[in-house]
């Protein structure tokens, strides 16, 4: 069968640089290792992008609060240099096939090993991107509670970008999606409704597009770890394609069941459109005489929303 008809592929039926933006249809799977993988697809395809990698947790001396993060198919245990090494590599193959103008969000969070710390800023400085921003997932629980730290229930979501020539800025947010403001609160998805270990919650890829992409142009999401499927859902639901690459062949099967079933995580994207509105403006409220702290009011009580999630 012709690639350009296929949904899912296996990395080892693809050629250098064979995967152009005219061949995606609704979007495609591509299984195989990340790095490989973006080996295949065309320079200046992407729009946008939004991930989770592995975080190189070193299983043994976690969480005893949740169960640990154990992957299928991949042990995440390598030396740390090896680890930062492979993800710059990865990330600028990510640059490489992103068009200029495009962005990528990528969640991390602080490590320690042995009393050392490794943040994500460590490597991402040794990356092609420009970092135009950090953000704080407060995602107000976490697995890990050992008395030598504050508990950490924060992890970090960096928004990288790609200029046009040698404009670092780009273009400026719309008012609705600013007022977000850079603490993103949201608990972690529920094991109950999602089996793989360290699933998006639904709401966060759809933040990124939904900030990033206009209504107008279909555009072209990437998610590298795409794990259970959840930023190729938020595209779909979204109206965008999408390319969502996992080397485990059992979680690319529930990104399949789920990209079938899109429809009933409708709700939730709703839930997060309601957010990118403004009923006034900062300005149109300080012209009217208006208090403009009650701008801030309303906007966090929207936030506190994401606590019952
Ligand atoms: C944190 S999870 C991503 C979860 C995803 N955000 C979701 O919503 O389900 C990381 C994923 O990376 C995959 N993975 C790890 N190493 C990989 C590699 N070298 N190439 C491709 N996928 C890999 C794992 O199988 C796992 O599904």
New binding site residues.
Partial sequence: MNIADQHLIKDNSLEHKQITADMLGEGKLIE????SVLGKIDDDVVNVGV????YNKQEKHKGWLVKNVV????KDAVPEPEYQQHQVDVLNEIYRITAPGGSFFYNHKVRWDRGNMYHPMDWLRKTEWTVKQEIIWDRMIAGNIRGWRFWQVEERIYWLYKPIGNKLIGKELRSCDAKLTSIWRGVP?NGKN?P?P???PLWLPARVIISILDTETQGIVL?????????AVAAKLLGHKYIG????EE?MKMTIDRLANAHSEMSKIQEELGLHQVEMTFKERKSKGKNVGKFRDTDNNRQTKLFER
């Fill in positions: 195989g290792d990340t790095l991930t989770s990698p592995p992957y299928d198919v991949y998805e999602n793989h360290a699933p998006f998610d590298p770890y795409i794990g259970s499927g959840t930023t690459i996992d080397r485990s979680y």
